[in-house]
């Protein structure tokens, strides 16, 4: 492994053994056939706890995760879900749920497993996705250690980054993205959430919108 990761400097692994590498691989040169999913929003993917065999693939939607019934993160479309699990151990550490209709590719993790450890550089492509799961925890437990609006405004502001769409003066949030899942997401109550978002309306960095449900967040923050 350390041989192999000589040989290429980090652009290099991040562009050549991405998720949309991987999913081409199996697709065209090893013609896995997945089977093509659609789940509901809040239907559970994968359950905490339970052995996972299998890996999804998101072609369209947002998936939550949750851990003891409490959000910690998010994944989008163009990303594998189950390959996390590689290392011997196939119980899944946390819940996965869709938080809107979401279009997925089932796969057998056996079969990816094979192809992969056949391949000379397979395990890049486990290295790249192991990385995506520790920045994910670590980005929690980071936001854990912040305080008040603080933590508040940093979390909305990596999901601007990561979910949002420019419009205008804000950068908006799906709307899958509703008050509860975020409050949830800041480890709060409802009511308490509640407040914090009124305070952050307040001080500019959350933006009015016509719509009730919409988060718009001011570009100038992000």
């Not at 492994?1 to 590498?21: A, D, Q, T, V």
């Not at 199996?26 to 559970?44: A, D, G, H, R, S």
């Not at 949002?164 to 509860?180: M, T």
Request: net charge neutral; aromatic share 10%.
């Amino acid at each position: 492994m350390k041989g192999l990761m000589e040989l290429y400097n980090r652009e290099e692994i991040e562009r050549l053994f991405s998720e949309s590498r991987l999913i081409s691989l199996l697709m065209n040169k090893y013609q896995l056939t997945p089977i093509e999913k659609t789940m509901n929003k809040n239907q559970v993917l994968v359950e905490e706890g339970e052995e996972n065999e299998q890996v999804y693939f998101i072609k369209r939607g947002i998936v939550a995760f949750t851990q003891d019934e409490n959000i910690f993160g998010f994944e989008k479309e163009g990303h594998f879900l189950g390959l996390e699990t590689f290392l011997f151990n196939d119980i899944q550490p946390y819940t996965i749920v869709a938080m809107e209709k979401v279009e997925v590719l089932l796969f057998v993790k056996e079969e990816i497993m094979d192809i992969l450890m056949g391949l000379q550089e397979g395990w890049l492509y486990l290295y790249l996705l192991n990385q995506a799961e520790q920045k994910r925890v670590q980005k929690s437990c980071l936001h854990l250690h912040l305080k008040g609006s603080n933590r508040s405004k940093k979390m909305l502001i990596d999901l601007a980054k990561n979910f949002g769409q420019l419009d205008g003066e804000a950068i908006v949030l799906p709307s899958c993205f509703s008050k509860k899942t975020v409050i949830s997401y800041f480890g709060l109550s409802f009511n308490t959430g509640k407040t914090l978002l009124e305070k952050l309306q307040r001080e500019g960095f959350l933006l009015q919108s016509n719509k009730a449900k919409q988060f718009r967040i001011n570009k100038d923050y992000c």
